[in-house]
Structure formats: C-alpha cells, structure tokens
C-alpha cells in the first residue's frame, strides 16, 4: 500500500483538461511544499514534470500545473494530446525518517 | 549534459546480493545541493524509493529496506552504488538511479524531486 494516495485511472479527450489528485497526511504533503509528479510513459524512466508542487522543469509545456490545499496535491494537464497518454506518479518529502514516498500511480489515458 | 548509467547483473539468486552501480557523466557527482538516489519498479507496480546519498556519505535510507540496504559513492569514479542484501524474488524489479535535489535549511536536509534519471536496469531475482 502506497503512503500517498492517487486515483488508478482518469481519462479524457483531446483538448479537453484533467486533474490527478495525490492524498496524503499532515506529516507529508500537507506539511511541506514538497510535492513532485511524474510522467512516465512504457518501457521507460519517469520524467519530472513538477516540484516544489507547482514549479515546471525547464522544457515541461505550461499545459502542466500542479496545485496543493490540504494534504491533498493536483497535477492538472490541460489541452489533452495524445502524447500525455502514459502513467503519472506523485511523490512528497516526509520527514526525516521516511523522507520520500510515492503514489501509487495513476494512467492516464487519452481517449 | 548529465547522464546516469545504471550497470550490473540481470540475474540474482535467492538469499544473495544485489549489486548495481550508477555512473554520472556530464558532470560532478560532487556538487552540491543534490543528493543521489536508487529507485525500484517491480513489473507492472509503481515506484518505490530505496535511499539516497550525499558526495559525503551521508546517507538516507527507505525504512522498509533499511536492514537489507546499503549505499555508497567513490567520487574518484563520479559513481554510486547499491547493495540489496538477502534478495527474494519480491525485489525483481527495474532498478532506476537518479540524482535527487535537496535543500539544506542550517543543519536539516530536505529531500526534495529526482530531477534527472538513469534508464534503468532490470534485475531478476531467480535460482
């Protein structure tokens, strides 16, 4: 069981926008500013597409966003393309005892 | 440009160890500001991180792993490594090394994205 918590699967058509959630505690995504998403699309290594929770990466189109209230953390794509069809991961600092934990996963698939 | 390189067996018998290597090219294994971690993805699960280091040796470890892991850099090479202990067949995964940015707020460090990724690797653990 994963320690943050995110929907299997959300779908949507082209051009339309969708938004992942990431639920975690108090003691991780609702006490830091700390939250990252991933992309990753089969066969291959993830790709950072958010830190900081809303900060993009030099190279990750403005379509990305991500957003945080509570202990419950948004990655929000717009504009849907074929090409974001792939899974998406959250992670969160959480301490320094369990520094780092991940989401399950979500897929997200492009209809 | 920076690059991680993960290397070593694709094939670990039961109750060995696992070892993998991560080398980092394009640029200083030494700079600050970033430490290095190790993630694993069994087939068809999610990401699951395993620890990470500092140029120092300061090390943070997964509490789940703990008693089974260990990590540790040679900055001479610009590499690090990973050591899984007692292996079963529940750590056949892809093994993904990557360089992990941190935060030092006075003497606490803070963890925050793995910002650049090696391919991985896939390790099978089987007699």
């Known amino acids: 069981q994963s320690a943050l918590t995110q929907p299997a699967s959300v779908s949507g058509s082209p051009g339309q926008s969708i938004t992942i959630s990431c639920t975690g505690t108090?003691?991780?995504?609702?006490?830091?500013?700390?939250v990252s998403w991933y992309q990753q699309h089969p066969g291959k290594a993830p790709k950072l597409m958010i830190y900081e929770v809303s900060k993009r990466p030099s190279g990750v189109f403005n379509r990305f966003s991500g957003s945080k209230s509570g202990n419950t953390a948004s990655l929000t794509i717009s504009g849907l393309q074929a090409e974001d069809e792939a899974d998406y991961y959250c992670c969160s600092y959480a301490g320094s005892s369990t520094p780092v934990v991940f989401g399950g996963g979500t897929k997200l698939t492009v209809l | 440009q920076l690059q991680l390189q993960e290397s070593g067996p694709g094939l670990v018998k039961p109750s060995e160890t696992l070892s993998l290597t991560c080398t980092v090219s394009g640029g200083s294994i030494s700079s600050s500001s970033y430490y290095w971690g190790w993630i694993r993805q069994p087939p068809g699960k999610g990401l699951e991180w395993i620890g990470s280091i500092y140029y120092s040796g300061s090390t943070y470890y997964n509490p789940s792993l703990k008693s089974r892991v260990t990590i540790s850099v040679d900055t001479s090479k610009n590499q690090f490594s990973l050591k899984l202990s007692s292996v079963t067949a529940a750590d056949t995964a892809v093994y993904y090394c990557?360089?992990?940015?941190?935060?030092?707020?006075?003497?606490?460090?803070?963890?925050?994205?793995?910002?650049?990724w090696g391919q991985g690797t896939m390790v099978t653990v089987s007699s």
């Open positions: 990557a360089r992990h940015r941190s935060i030092t707020m006075i003497v606490v460090v803070i963890l925050d994205a793995f910002d650049i």
């Open positions: 108090s003691s991780d995504v609702g006490s830091y500013n700390l």
